[in-house]
């Protein structure tokens, strides 16, 4: 079992950047595939990023491609999300999860964190 906590969340304005980080601990970080969710209030949780195991294969929703970065640091079980040029459609409560199966797919990862909120205004 591995337990996430996130961080890096707050406010900025549109147009800045946040780094959101995903502390892991309990069984080894780099077995695990890490994804990054969001949900925005009254929508559903909603896939943003994932990097696979070694951290060589990402994946990314299109909504972000060219403005978020994902990566990880296996040596500190920590995983990574760089948000640059932030749109207030970003507004929401990351997550970061961890799985055994690379993909978009909420099904896809066993273990979750508590979420970070990031809020961008216009």
């Known amino acids: 079992q591995v337990q996430l906590v996130e961080s890096g969340g707050g406010l900025v304005q549109a147009g800045g950047s946040l780094r959101l980080s995903c502390a892991a601990s309990?069984?080894?970080?780099?077995?695990?595939?890490m994804g990054w969710f969001r949900q925005a209030p009254g929508k559903e949780r909603e896939f943003v990023a994932a990097?696979?195991?070694?951290?060589?294969?990402?994946s990314y929703t299109d909504s972000v491609k060219g403005r978020f970065t994902i990566s990880r640091d296996n040596a500190k079980n920590t995983g990574y999300l760089q948000m640059d040029r932030l749109k207030p459609d970003d507004t929401a409560l990351y997550y970061c999860?961890?799985?055994?199966?690379?993909?978009?797919?909420?099904?896809?990862?066993?273990?979750w964190g508590q979420g970070t909120q990031v809020t961008v205004s216009s």
């Open positions: 990097i696979s195991l070694s951290g060589r294969i990402t």
């Open positions: 999860a961890a799985g055994h199966s690379f993909g978009q797919l909420r099904q896809f990862y066993n273990y």
């Open positions: 309990g069984r080894t970080f780099s077995s695990y595939v």
